[in-house]
Protein backbone atom coordinates (compact mmCIF):
# COMPACT_ATOMS: atom_id res chain seq x y z
CA UNK A 1 0.00 0.00 0.00
CA UNK A 2 1.23 3.30 -0.79
CA UNK A 3 -0.09 6.68 0.52
CA UNK A 4 1.24 10.48 -0.75
CA UNK A 5 1.02 13.39 0.26
CA UNK A 6 0.18 16.19 -2.02
CA UNK A 7 0.92 19.58 -2.30
CA UNK A 8 1.37 22.94 -3.78
CA UNK A 9 -2.04 23.75 -4.43
CA UNK A 10 -3.23 27.49 -3.66
CA UNK A 11 -5.28 30.58 -5.36
CA UNK A 12 -3.24 31.30 -8.47
CA UNK A 13 -4.08 34.27 -11.15
CA UNK A 14 -5.20 33.29 -14.92
CA UNK A 15 -1.85 32.84 -16.47
CA UNK A 16 0.02 32.07 -13.68
CA UNK A 17 1.98 29.01 -12.57
CA UNK A 18 1.81 25.86 -10.31
CA UNK A 19 4.26 23.23 -9.24
CA UNK A 20 2.16 19.93 -7.52
CA UNK A 21 4.36 17.54 -5.59
CA UNK A 22 3.06 14.24 -4.29
CA UNK A 23 5.52 12.62 -1.84
CA UNK A 24 5.55 8.99 -1.24
CA UNK A 25 5.43 7.72 2.16
CA UNK A 26 5.60 4.31 3.47
CA UNK A 27 6.79 2.80 -0.22
CA UNK A 28 8.62 4.51 -3.33
CA UNK A 29 7.31 5.16 -6.89
CA UNK A 30 9.37 4.19 -8.95
CA UNK A 31 7.80 1.29 -9.41
CA UNK A 32 4.80 2.76 -10.69
CA UNK A 33 3.18 4.37 -13.72
CA UNK A 34 2.35 7.68 -12.05
CA UNK A 35 -0.26 10.12 -12.89
CA UNK A 36 -1.88 13.01 -11.63
CA UNK A 37 -6.16 13.64 -11.62
CA UNK A 38 -8.33 16.42 -11.11
CA UNK A 39 -11.79 16.42 -9.60
CA UNK A 40 -14.05 19.70 -9.41
CA UNK A 41 -17.82 19.80 -7.86
CA UNK A 42 -20.52 18.38 -10.86
CA UNK A 43 -17.74 17.20 -13.29
CA UNK A 44 -16.20 13.59 -14.33
CA UNK A 45 -13.20 12.62 -12.70
CA UNK A 46 -10.43 13.96 -15.48
CA UNK A 47 -6.45 12.38 -15.82
CA UNK A 48 -4.46 15.19 -16.43
CA UNK A 49 -1.17 13.63 -16.92
CA UNK A 50 0.57 10.40 -16.41
CA UNK A 51 4.18 8.98 -16.44
CA UNK A 52 5.21 5.48 -17.40
CA UNK A 53 8.26 3.49 -15.57
CA UNK A 54 9.84 3.68 -19.00
CA UNK A 55 9.83 7.45 -19.30
CA UNK A 56 6.89 7.86 -21.20
CA UNK A 57 4.46 10.51 -20.90
CA UNK A 58 0.63 11.83 -21.70
CA UNK A 59 -1.77 14.30 -21.31
CA UNK A 60 -5.19 15.07 -21.28
CA UNK A 61 -5.96 17.54 -24.33
CA UNK A 62 -7.25 20.01 -21.83
CA UNK A 63 -3.69 20.61 -20.19
CA UNK A 64 -1.32 19.35 -23.50
CA UNK A 65 1.48 22.30 -23.67
CA UNK A 66 1.12 23.65 -20.42
CA UNK A 67 1.38 20.92 -18.06
CA UNK A 68 4.61 19.02 -17.03
CA UNK A 69 4.64 15.50 -15.29
CA UNK A 70 8.37 14.62 -13.52
CA UNK A 71 9.65 12.49 -10.86
CA UNK A 72 12.94 12.61 -8.65
CA UNK A 73 13.21 9.07 -7.57
CA UNK A 74 15.90 9.76 -4.78
CA UNK A 75 13.23 12.22 -2.82
CA UNK A 76 10.38 9.76 -3.77
CA UNK A 77 8.45 12.32 -5.42
CA UNK A 78 6.13 13.45 -8.25
CA UNK A 79 5.91 16.23 -9.67
CA UNK A 80 3.00 18.12 -12.12
CA UNK A 81 3.93 21.68 -12.98
CA UNK A 82 1.17 23.93 -14.18
CA UNK A 83 1.92 27.04 -16.61
CA UNK A 84 -0.59 29.58 -18.55
CA UNK A 85 -3.37 28.37 -15.79
CA UNK A 86 -6.92 29.21 -16.71
CA UNK A 87 -9.84 29.43 -14.33
CA UNK A 88 -10.93 25.20 -16.23
CA UNK A 89 -7.76 23.96 -14.26
CA UNK A 90 -9.75 24.77 -10.82
CA UNK A 91 -10.21 21.27 -9.34
CA UNK A 92 -8.69 19.26 -6.55
CA UNK A 93 -5.43 17.42 -7.72
CA UNK A 94 -4.41 13.81 -6.17
CA UNK A 95 -1.77 11.58 -7.53
CA UNK A 96 -2.81 8.66 -9.95
CA UNK A 97 -2.11 4.92 -9.91
CA UNK A 98 -2.42 4.40 -13.34
CA UNK A 99 -2.09 0.40 -13.22
CA UNK A 100 -4.99 0.16 -10.76
CA UNK A 101 -6.91 2.73 -12.30
CA UNK A 102 -7.07 5.17 -8.70
CA UNK A 103 -6.09 7.59 -6.86
CA UNK A 104 -3.05 6.75 -4.15
CA UNK A 105 -4.48 7.14 -0.45
CA UNK A 106 -3.72 10.87 -0.20
CA UNK A 107 -5.71 14.07 0.96
CA UNK A 108 -5.39 16.16 -2.67
CA UNK A 109 -4.44 19.36 -2.96
CA UNK A 110 -6.49 22.77 -4.48
CA UNK A 111 -5.71 24.56 -7.16
CA UNK A 112 -8.21 27.75 -7.19
CA UNK A 113 -7.32 30.39 -10.20
CA UNK A 114 -9.43 33.18 -9.97
CA UNK A 115 -8.47 36.80 -10.72
Known amino acids: QVQVVESGGGLVQPGGSLRLDCAAT????????MGWSRQAPGKQRELVAYSTRSGSTNYADSVKGRATISRDNAKNTVFLQMNSLKTEDKAVYYCFDVKRNREFWGQGTLVTVSS
Open 26 to 33: GSTLDIYD
